[in-house]
């Protein structure tokens, strides 16, 4: 609603408020809702049909073209790039004409000069007869001088590739070139001249103990003869006393364990208690330290000295004293004469020296030997990785009755997963393990009070029960 201001100072126009209306119907959809823009967006779809088709769909070279014509305004709008006066002298002269391009002498080709055509055959005849000119003939000495110093350089690079490219066995004993600074193997030169050439570095040299293996076992045992599907006579028996003297060994073993828990004592709780006390409470009571207990009550302790008092008349005189001082110093004279005579009979017994140091050098040696024994013994033998040791697993066997001479009939023996994990554990791969079950744990039992009112009218409930069933 618009209203004019009285006193001619405006016009005040009133923006009616958006009348609310419920959509709820299609009819209040069709009469309440602007849709404008839709009609305005479908109109310009059609305007774009009816002239040539919807831009969007169209190339840009449909719808816009370059401009490469210049308008005459333009050209007459452009001003004139001025001369500064700072560089008139480097504008070229107009009245000296520019050097012509010079075209290089090349006799193979004929131009378009007829005298220089002549001059170009004369000089290849002459040429073919040996016949050179002295320019010619200097330009042929630096061709020449040029193409031996070309051929020189590609004899080099050949040779630096060849050399880049030693050739030896990659799967004989001198494969690696690294071993030979490693000092593990004796390999060819052309090996490690190639390592060094290639990589531009001195391998560091590893200790010896780098290469060796955890230990000798091989990845795969071959089981004895006697474990095969159809094996001899020999070998069957064979593979059974092995494993008589390995269940004997265990058997041995067991019965010292029970020898040694039959000898022991079996006390009851009384027993074990007083002894436990009689343990405990041992050097508590001790009669040394007790004090007397008087008559009276009162209690003296023991007057105990080290040493008896000093009394006037025992002391030392001079006389006790020079004597005592001489004969110290007669007994240090005795020793040190002592030391001197074995130091100057050890000089006469030089054979009885060299007899014990060839001794112990023999000792040492057998000792050493001993040593490298044991470690060749025990390098085939599984290591303690872990806290526990390694066990052998019992040997697969088939007793005679049991042995058949088909692959259809055979049961197999043993499980391929554990045999595989316990030779792990033997190589020193992984460590030793026992399988160790979780202790159940003790649950409170105690009834909900819930229960407890049902466990009460229990009685009560069973007594109504037996009497309906008397009253039918």
């Known amino acids: ?49 009816r002239t040539g088709g919807i831009v969007a769909d169209k190339p840009d070279e449909s719808l816009f073209f370059e401009d490469k014509k210049q308008d005459a305004e333009d050209k007459g709008r452009r001003k004139k790039k001025k001369i500064r006066p700072i560089y008139p002298n480097l504008e070229p002269d107009p009245n000296i004409k520019p050097v012509p391009k010079p075209i290089p002498y090349n006799p193979n080709k004929a131009t378009g000069n007829k005298k220089l055509k002549q001059k170009v055959r004369e000089l290849n005849q002459l040429e073919k007869l040996g016949i050179f000119t002295p320019g010619r003939l200097d330009k042929l000495q630096v061709s020449l001088r040029q193409s031996a110093r070309h051929r020189e350089e590609k004899d080099k690079e050949k040779a630096s590739r060849e050399s880049g490219t030693a050739e030896y066995d990659l799967w004989g004993d001198s494969a690696d070139p690294v071993s030979k600074a490693y000092g593990k193997k004796k390999v060819d030169e052309g090996a490690s001249e190639h390592y060094l050439r290639v990589t531009k570095k001195v391998p560091k040299k590893l200790p010896i103990q780098y290469f060796d293996k955890p230990t000798k076992v091989p990845a795969v045992e071959v089981e004895a003869p006697g474990a095969s599907y159809n094996p001899s006579f020999e070998d069957h028996q064979e593979l059974i006393l092995a494993t008589y003297k390995v269940e004997a060994e265990k058997e041995k073993k067991e019965e010292k364990l029970t020898r040694w828990h039959s000898n022991i004592k079996k006390l009851s709780a009384r027993e074990l208690e007083k002894a436990y006390m009689q343990e405990m409470s041992a050097g508590i009571f001790n009669k040394a330290d007790e004090t007397a207990e008087a008559g009276d009550g009162t209690t ?29 110093i007669k007994s240090q004279k005795l020793s040190t004469d002592k030391t001197d005579r074995i130091r100057m009979n050890e000089v006469y017994r030089l054979r009885g020296i060299k007899r014990e140091l060839t001794k112990g050098e023999e000792e040492s040696e057998k000792n050493k030997k001993a040593r490298v024994e044991k470690r060749a013994a025990e390098a085939g033998m599984p290591k303690q990785v872990g806290k526990h040791r390694v066990e052998e697993p019992d040997l697969a066997i088939k007793l005679s009755d049991e042995l058949c001479g088909s692959l259809r009939e055979l049961k197999p023996e043993g499980d391929l997963l554990i045999d595989r994990y316990k030779h792990f554990q033997k190589r020193n791969l992984i460590e030793a393990r026992i399988s160790v079950k979780g202790k159940k744990q003790k649950m409170k039992e105690y009834t909900r009070k819930s229960h407890k009112d049902e466990l009460q009218t229990l009685p009560f409930r069973n007594a109504k029960r037996n009497a309906r069933k008397l009253l039918k």
Do not use: C
């Open 1 to 49: 609603m618009d209203s004019s201001d009285s006193y001619g100072l405006g016009v005040v126009t009133r923006v009616s408020k958006k009348k609310k209306v419920s959509k709820n119907k299609k009819k209040n959809w069709r009469k309440h809702t602007d849709i404008k823009d839709v009609e305005e967006f479908l109109e310009d779809q059609r305007l774009q049909l």
């Open 300 to 328: 003296i302790e023991e007057d105990i000295t080290p040493n008896p008092p000093v009394v006037p008349d025992a002391r030392k005189t001079r006389k006790q004293r020079r004597k005592e001082k001489e004969e110290k």
